[in-house]
């Protein structure tokens, strides 16, 4: 009976012939049939070819450039944890600094993506702190923006880009766009008049209905007191009344998020389908 241990051992030996029979040339080959399925955006094939490379490539010449790819391919595919393993993995690999700093940056991008924010704007951070990268300081504010684009927070996105050119495209769109949105707080405090926080938000209908409904139960709760009604004053007109006026503040405050997140919507739509420059 053929042993366990004889049978790892031919394995082994089989494996070892097969690297072997690699030659620099098959490896280049099969590096640029794998980054020709990248192109083709043929991406999970373009995994397995990477794969492929790297299992045979003993001396780990291309552990840098197939984990970065596969990264990179894996991102397309939405599987962001995955890329972010391999790009980590990739930055490990590097030899060259500019090489680290991509790494960086892709797994920064990936963080806008998956909108892990404060984790984008850590990382961010550490790469402006560093002397070393600091020449790139134009680029790290231009992802910096888009942090604060996929957060909604587009008054901070203009002042990033503002740091690169005050001119900037985006500088003065997320100017535009910040000032096109509602205030939240100026909604609700509008709201305490029932309807105006309604006709701020452009709902004329909502808000004429909501002064209709608070002048009526003010009307009968007033009136209810005036004669002697009090049962009926504190039963049925206060509790009717404060839950209209209530239902005003809040419906004045969801109006304003509800508009606002259109507007934030269209505008990423815009930039997803219009914008030339470099996108996350």
């Not at 504010?141 to 005050?166: C, H, M, P, T, V």
């Not at 096109?180 to 100026?186: A, F, I, K």
Request: overall charge negative; charged content about 20%.
């Amino acid at each position: 009976m053929i042993s366990v241990n004889k049978i790892f051992y031919a394995l082994s030996i089989l494996l070892l012939c097969n690297s072997a029979a690699y030659s620099q040339d098959s490896f280049d080959e099969q590096y640029n049939y794998a980054q020709s399925l990248f192109n083709e955006e043929n991406y999970f094939d373009a995994v397995t070819e990477f794969k492929r490379l790297l299992f045979f490539d003993m001396s780990e010449q291309y552990s840098f450039s197939a984990n970065k790819m596969i990264g990179l391919s894996h991102k397309q595919g939405a599987k962001f944890s995955d890329a972010i393993r391999y790009l980590t993995l990739a930055k490990i690999q590097a030899t060259t600094s500019i090489d680290i700093y991509n790494c960086r940056i892709e797994i920064i991008k990936i963080n806008i993506l998956r909108r892990t924010i404060s984790k984008a704007l850590s990382l961010l951070d550490s790469l402006s702190n560093d002397p070393g990268f600091r020449i790139n300081i134009d680029e790290i504010n231009y992802w910096r923006g888009w942090a604060y684009i996929f957060s909604d927070d587009w008054e901070k996105a203009s002042q990033s880009f503002a740091l690169i050119d005050s001119n900037h495209f985006l500088t003065t769109f997320c100017d535009s766009v910040d000032n096109d949105l509602y205030s939240v707080t100026l909604a609700k405090v509008l709201s305490h008049i029932p309807g105006l926080g309604h006709f701020y938000t452009g709902e004329y209908l909502s808000g004429l209905l909501s002064i209709g409904w608070n002048v009526l139960w003010g009307y009968i709760t007033v009136n209810s007191f005036v004669e002697d009604r009090v049962f009926d004053g504190l039963m049925v007109g206060s509790l009717l009344w404060w839950r209209f006026y209530s239902g005003n503040l809040q419906n004045a405050e969801k109006f304003a998020l509800q508009k606002n997140l259109e507007k934030t919507n269209s505008a990423l739509r815009f930039l997803q389908n219009n914008f030339q420059g470099e996108r996350p």
